[in-house]
Structures are given as C-alpha cells and as structure tokens.
C-alpha cells in the first residue's frame, strides 16, 4: 500500500498509515477520530499490526485505545511518555479538550536505538526529547516519521509541561547529523524533505 495521510482531531494531527507486508499495515499517531482511522482500515482490507506513538500528547494518542481494542494492533511508546497513556493529566488532555480521554491498556515501551522488526519493514526508533521527555522519530526507508519534533520551517513547541529546550537542541543536532534525505512527515502540517529543512529550517541551521 502507498502511504496514506489522514488528519484527525481537533487539533489536526496526522496520522499515517503504511504497508509493512502484504496486506498489514502500521499507524503513527492516532489522535482521536477512530471511526475514521477504522474506516479508511476496512476500505482497504488492511489489517493493523502496529500503532507507533511519536510521543503522549492526548492529540496523538486520543484515538489509540479504541483502534487497538477493534484490530489486536501493538501500541509502541518510548518509555519516557508512557505515563501519559494513563493519564489525562499528563497528556494534557486536560488542557486541550472536553472530551474524556480513554487511557490505554496494553502497550510496549521503546529505547532509543531500538529497532522495531513489523512485517516486512525494519523501523529504528530514535529518541529526541524535547517536546515532550519521551519524544522520538521513526525512520524507515526513505520515511521519517518525525512527530512534534521537527516541521516544515520550524519545530515543536517547548513550553508544555515536562517539555526542556535544550533537550531539543540536542535532538536537533540528531536530525542534522543524518547523511539521508529523508522524506519528513511531521505531526501537523504538511511534508518536507531532511535535506530542505537543514537548508531553510532556522531551527536546524542553528545547531
């Protein structure tokens, strides 16, 4: 399958879809709308294998309980978010809807470094705190998945609570050392490339 974009929430968060074998597939992000998610699932006849969580903000994560609950799906967090899976406290649900978040159940935790082996597709996770202390990137073949840690022209906002600047300093100088050119699909907006945003993102040319 190639890979699909939906924008779920109030927030407008994206969610990405794509194939890791045949008919499987794995999602980054959830944020709420999960009819959605289970719909554009069905339509294609694919089957969920792997929810992967780019960190714990509730606008990531809204959706994740209800979508593993109908699909059998493995959720994947970095074990310095895992708290806000649980809490509507910690992942600010609070702040940023009326709606009840559903805490999920049953998830893995990850490490920096780590690499995750789902169908056909070899996935490493790297880890780049900042936005929040459990933030990471997903990179796979040509794809970074790149969570609210880096966007077109700027980066996530370090002002939540437990968010930490210059931890995102750091992560940056990550993303900057990296030889490929990765497509970046970042949380919100739209897509760009590694090699652009090391050209005209402030944010990265500053480290």
Same mark, same amino acid.
């Given at each position: 399958?190639?890979?699909?974009?939906?924008?779920? /929430?109030?927030?407008? *968060?994206?969610?990405?879809?794509? /194939?890791?074998?045949? @008919?499987?597939?794995?999602?980054?992000?959830? +944020?709420?709308?999960?009819?959605?998610?289970?719909?554009?699932?069905?339509?294609?006849?694919?089957?969920?294998?792997?929810?992967?969580? $780019?960190? +714990?903000?509730?606008?990531?994560?809204?959706?994740?309980?209800?979508?593993?609950? #109908?699909?059998?799906? *493995?959720?994947?967090?970095?074990?310095?978010?895992?708290?806000?899976?649980? @809490?509507?406290?910690?992942?600010?649900?609070?702040?940023?809807?009326?709606?009840?978040?559903?805490?999920?159940?049953?998830?893995?935790?990850?490490?920096? /470094?780590?690499?995750?082996?789902?169908?056909?597709?070899?996935?490493?996770?790297?880890? *780049? !705190?900042?936005? *929040? !202390? /459990?933030?990471?990137?997903?990179? $796979?073949?040509? #794809?970074? &998945? %790149?969570?609210?840690?880096? &966007?077109?022209?700027?980066?996530?906002? $370090?002002?939540? !609570?437990? @968010?930490?600047?210059?931890?995102?300093?750091? @992560?940056?100088?990550?993303?900057?050392?990296?030889?490929?050119?990765?497509?970046?699909? !970042?949380?919100? &907006?739209?897509? %760009? $490339?590694?090699? &652009?945003?090391? %050209?005209?993102?402030?944010?990265?040319?500053?480290?």
């Amino acid at each position: 399958m190639e890979l699909m974009r939906l924008i779920l /929430g109030e927030l407008a *968060t994206n969610c990405y879809l794509f /194939g890791c074998g045949g @008919s499987e597939a794995c999602a980054i992000d959830i +944020g709420d709308n999960a009819k959605k998610v289970m719909q554009v699932l069905n339509q294609n006849h694919l089957e969920l294998k792997a929810i992967l969580l $780019t960190h +714990g903000h509730y606008d990531h994560v809204a959706g994740v309980e209800a979508v593993r609950k #109908m699909t059998g799906a *493995t959720v994947y967090i970095h074990e310095a978010d895992a708290v806000m899976l649980k @809490s509507a406290e910690a992942n600010l649900a609070y702040q940023l809807t009326e709606k009840e978040y559903i805490p999920v159940q049953e998830y893995q935790t990850l490490r920096d /470094g780590q690499i995750l082996r789902i169908g056909d597709k070899e996935i490493q996770v790297l880890h *780049t !705190p900042g936005h *929040t !202390p /459990g933030g990471v990137c997903y990179l $796979t073949e040509d #794809m970074m &998945f %790149s969570g609210d840690t880096l &966007f077109k022209g700027s980066i996530g906002r $370090t002002d939540f !609570p437990g @968010s930490n600047p210059a931890d995102m300093v750091t @992560s940056l100088k990550k993303l900057s050392v990296l030889t490929k050119n990765y497509h970046v699909l !970042p949380g919100h &907006f739209d897509g %760009s $490339t590694l090699e &652009f945003e090391k %050209s005209h993102n402030p944010y990265l040319r500053a480290v």
